[in-house]
Nanobody, 126 residues
Framework: QVLLAESGGAPVQAGGSLRLSCVVS????????MAWFRQVPGKEREGVAA???????????YYADSVKGRFTITRDNSENTLYLQMNNLTPEDSAEYYC????????????????WGQGTQVTVSS
């Protein structure tokens, strides 16, 4: 069993920054790949960024076009924590943000992961 717990969401003004955290507990050795998603009411969950987590020599990361150059995904294996640094936020970034672990099938940006957190709300005002 793997549990994911997000934190760090908050109200922020446009142009501001936030750092989201996702603490992984349980069978952490089973996790090879993690991602951040976001969702607004009435829309599908959208892949934001993803990263390999177990191979420390392999730093491949993936980003949605809408966040490239503004968001950075990182991991701290010693702390079992995934991060999402978000800079230059815009109102379009407002959403519930979720971390996910272990892609079951498909591409990283498809919401087909085995484990999900409960989400943390980011609200960006203009």
């Amino acid at each position: 069993q793997v549990l994911l717990a997000e934190s760090g969401g908050a109200p922020v003004q446009a142009g501001g920054s936030l750092r989201l955290s996702c603490v992984v507990s349980g069978h952490t050795d089973a996790i090879n790949f993690m991602a951040w998603f976001r969702q607004v009411p009435g829309k599908e969950r959208e892949g934001v960024a993803a990263i390999f987590t177990r191979n420390t020599d392999f730093e491949a990361t993936y980003y949605a076009d809408s966040v490239k150059g503004r968001f950075t995904i990182t991991r701290d294996n010693s702390e079992n924590t995934l991060y999402l640094q978000m800079n230059n936020l815009t109102p379009e970034d407002s959403a519930e943000y979720y971390c996910a672990a272990e892609l079951v099938v498909g591409s990283w940006y498809e919401a087909k992961y085995k484990y999900w957190g409960q989400g943390t709300q980011v609200t960006v005002s203009s």
